[in-house]
Antibody, heavy 125, light 107 residues
Framework: QVQLVQSGAEVKKPGASVKVSCKASGYTFTSYGISWVRQAPGQGLEWMGWISGYNGNTNYAQKVQGRVTMTTDTSTSTAYMEVRSLRSDDTAVYYC??????????????????WGQGTMVSVSS | DIQMTQSPSSVSASVGDRVTITCRASQGISSWLAWYQQKPGRAPKFLIYAASSLQSGVPSRFSGSGSGTDFTLTISSLQPEDFATYYCQQANSFPLTFGGGTKVEIK
């Protein structure tokens, strides 16, 4: 079946970096993009950015631009997200999600049909 | 950036009730809106795309409507498994943005 499986929980100190992985299975990885979405404790969903599974093109949210890098390894159908210079407000569950659709006018917009199980990243001194 | 505002932030309802959640975009997004359901400790689940198209496998008691800036998600007859938090997401342009969520609680 189609699924995304993420790496395990991480505990980091402020200023450190973390790299979360998201392994896809059950579909052609290069046919879809992957977005990363985070959720701070008790809060809503925040989109962080997108990477194309086809050519590695990216689009990052301004809030994390410069601190986040998204990459893919098509040989293993795995997406990665690295966050640098971690702060306490980066403490959150990080989800990867498969993107479906195309931006208008070519399509009906991008939505997220398959989600990983989430990776808890805790930042504390 | 397009801001998405949901109301109410929470609603108390009983099994069998009709529940309606509203989502407003800060600028027109045509019909390019999606809805998700999230239960505690779980990843979100994709419910509706293009404002009113039901994702495969989603029960028909869920429906969506709207275009431009104003959208609604309706649950026609609330079931025990529907108690959760619901999020809208604009699919029109980057950066993709979510509403703040609406928690549907047991009355």
């Amino acid at each position: 079946q189609v699924q995304l499986v993420q790496s395990g929980a991480e505990v980091k100190k402020p200023g450190a970096s973390v790299k979360v992985s998201c392994k896809a299975s059950g579909y052609t990885f290069t046919s879809y993009g992957i977005s990363w979405v985070r959720q701070a404790p008790g809060q809503g969903l925040e989109w962080m950015g997108w990477i194309s599974g086809y050519n590695g093109n990216t689009n990052y949210a301004q809030k994390v631009q410069g601190r986040v890098t998204m990459t893919t390894d098509t040989s293993t159908s795995t997406a990665y997200m690295e966050v640098r210079s971690l702060r306490s407000d980066d403490t959150a569950v990080y989800y990867c999600a498969r993107m479906v659709g195309e931006l208008p006018p070519e399509g009906t917009g991008y939505a997220f049909d398959i989600w990983g199980q989430g990776t808890m990243v805790s930042v504390s001194s | 950036d397009i801001q998405m505002t949901q109301s109410p932030s929470s609603v108390s309802a009983s099994v069998g009730d009709r529940v309606t959640i509203t989502c407003r975009a800060s600028q027109g997004i045509s019909s390019w809106l999606a809805w998700y359901q999230q239960k505690p400790g779980r990843a979100p689940k994709f419910l509706i795309y293009a404002a009113s198209s039901l994702q495969s496998g989603v029960p028909s008691r869920f429906s969506g409507s709207g275009s431009g800036t104003d959208f609604t998600l309706t649950i026609s007859s609330l079931q025990p498994e529907d108690f959760a938090t619901y999020y809208c997401q604009q699919a029109n342009s980057f950066p993709l943005t979510f509403g703040g969520g609406t928690k549907v609680e047991i009355k």
